[in-house]
């Protein structure tokens, strides 16, 4: 395993406590609703479909199509995340199937899924163009990939701060913590090209038959500076098999 990974592992085991707390909280509010939205524009069916969580954290985007009575499974790199994302589902009372796993490999029979999503995940991804190609296989004909995210490395490189409430996650992290992110951050940005532009590019050579970039989703989700606001610009970008 890359040794970037095992840092993201450590530096994710130290938040998911706290991370699970605030999705609990992202999950009561009105924020759910516009995540489901957002989900839904991209669904052209109301049948119960097969999802998979690819990065799923303390498991919020795995609850939030459970909730909708969907058959889901969510992956992570970090067995903390994955132990709280148990523990957030039962607190729910949803069913979610959370495996251990790296979303570069993937271990699931071709055309497993109807519906890929993720979220705040591919910028940690040192091979994100393997990623794409094995999720590529994941999916059943006219499926489709969700993938929320941001380029977080060309943001840190701006060095642009936000004004954002004492509640914030950011404001609760110590700052060596917020030295390790950065870190992370710039050295996996390194092997990235500027985002969006280049994941559609490797989407299209890993197969997907049709991408779309909607870079107005950020205003719509984060209308508000609040405790889930994300201070960089996120992008959501789909394709279909």
Known sequence: MDYIKHRVIQYWSQRAE????QRLREFA???KDRWLAE??????TDKSLRVLDIGTGTGFF???FAAEGHEVTGIDLTPD?????EHMASILGLTVDFRLMDA???????ESFDVLVTRNLTWTLPHIEKAYREWYKLLRPEGVLINFDADYSAALEDGKEHELPANHA???VPDYMKAENDSITAEVGAYHGPRPQWDVQLLIEAGFERVTVDTGVYKRIYA???????PTPIFTIAAYK
Do not use: R, T, W
């Open 39 to 44: 989900f839904q524009k991209y669904l052209s």
């Open 170 to 172: 950011h404001k609760l």
């Open 81 to 85: 995340m994955i132990e709280h994302a």
């Open 62 to 64: 795995a609850c939030v």
């Open 224 to 230: 508000e500076i609040d405790e889930f606001f994300n």
């Open 104 to 110: 570069e490999a993937p271990v699931f029979p071709p």
């Open 29 to 31: 509010s009105e924020k």
């Open 18 to 21: 706290g991370f699970e707390a």
